[in-house]
């Protein structure tokens, strides 16, 4: 006699499934998850956003202010190159029945560190030189997108750690990538900054405004072309700047007084350009840093310049001398970052300030770190990122002096 067979019962049913392959379907949900979580941990983990290597740039801009009331402005061109030479041009354009005011002429020589600047025509020309202004490259009187480099250094930053103090949106000007962003320093500032070349092409705070037609396709004038150098001629006032260039680290430590520290972890292609030393009371208006030392203050600062193309950075250490008048010198530190944006502490692993704290902030003059031991500090700023400042402090590392 013919049996059917038995039905599986619900459990014994639901136990012979569980053993079966996943579903194609299942599988490919399985791997999405997996490329998700590695995404977000691997492939979307910060990139650097390094300087772009830059070697020149030409241009004319425009500049409006609003700032006092009525509205002023200038008209003008500009053009640089790696060496530290520059030039510029500005002039006034004519309102309605009114002529614009003179021009003025601006041009600055790397050889021989002097900025040379005219204006005015004929018998009415006036021309001044300054010699030995820091840093030592690019000191014209005009504008260019150089003077806003710090900024696009904030930029960079912010992008390549998804800093969200700082509001970014990619997006184009004409056929180039661009950066949109804005930022509260000291006061709001809004930039837009070519992603190719590092370059400001556009600023706006506190009621001035900058816009940079860059040309991108001829090369760059020299200073000579502007000729603001031969305009001034044997008639023009002469100052002499403070700082007292040296040769070497070596040497500047030997003015100094002290071994000066010098990073051998400076970001590829960056060289350290000039030397040079001030007094320590100095220091308090160099490149809007945080010392807060008196005018008599004991001790010499040493400044460091670096450059890579049309990107700079500089280093301003102080040494024991001024560190013994300054016993609230870590206190120092902490207002250092007082107001600034998007202040971290991060202590540092390598170098002559193995263990201490650094602070990082961004600044008009771009992100910024400082840092204090027991025998130096030293403050950092302009054109790297946050990353790249501490990588190059735990470079640090003092040259002996030549006995």
Known sequence: MFTSPQRPSQRARAARFSRRPPSFAATLVALAV?????????????????????????????????AAGGETGVDGEFSAVR????????????????????PVRSAYATAT???????????????????GQWPPVWRVATRSPLDYQGLAAIVRTAV????????????????RAVWRASMRLDRQVDVVVDQETGLVTWYSSGGETFTADIDWDSPPQTAAAHDADAAAGAGAEV???APQYAATPVDAGRDAGYDVLVSDLAPDGYE????????????SRVDDGPWDLP???????????????????????????????LSGMPAQQEAAANGRL????????????AGETALTWYQESGPSLFVVGERRAVFVTGGLTRQELLAFAEGLKPVPRAQ
Request: net charge negative.
């Open 34 to 66: 997996v490329f998700a979580v590695a995404w977000m941990l691997f492939l979307r983990s910060d990139e650097p956003v390094t300087a772009p290597l830059v070697d020149g740039v030409q241009g004319t801009y425009q500049w409006r202010s609003t």
């Open 83 to 102: 060496s530290g030479d520059a030039g510029g041009s500005a002039r006034t354009p004519a309102g309605p029945g009114a002529p614009g005011l003179v």
């Open 113 to 131: 560190r002097t900025e040379s600047t005219c204006a005015g025509v004929g018998a009415r020309l006036r021309c001044r030189r300054t010699v």
């Open 160 to 175: 390549e750690d998804g800093d969200d103090t700082v509001g970014i949106k990619p997006g184009k000007d004409a056929d």
């Open 239 to 241: 100052v002499t700047s």
């Open 272 to 283: 350290l350009r000039a030397v040079a030393t001030v007094p320590a009371g100095s220091l």
């Open 295 to 325: 005018d008599d203050s004991q001790g010499t600062g040493v400044l460091e310049l670096y450059t890579r193309g049309l990107s700079l950075f500089t280093v301003e250490q102080v040494g024991s001398a001024t560190m013994e008048r």
């Open 342 to 353: 998007s202040v971290r502490e991060t202590t540092l692993g390598y170098g002559a300030f």
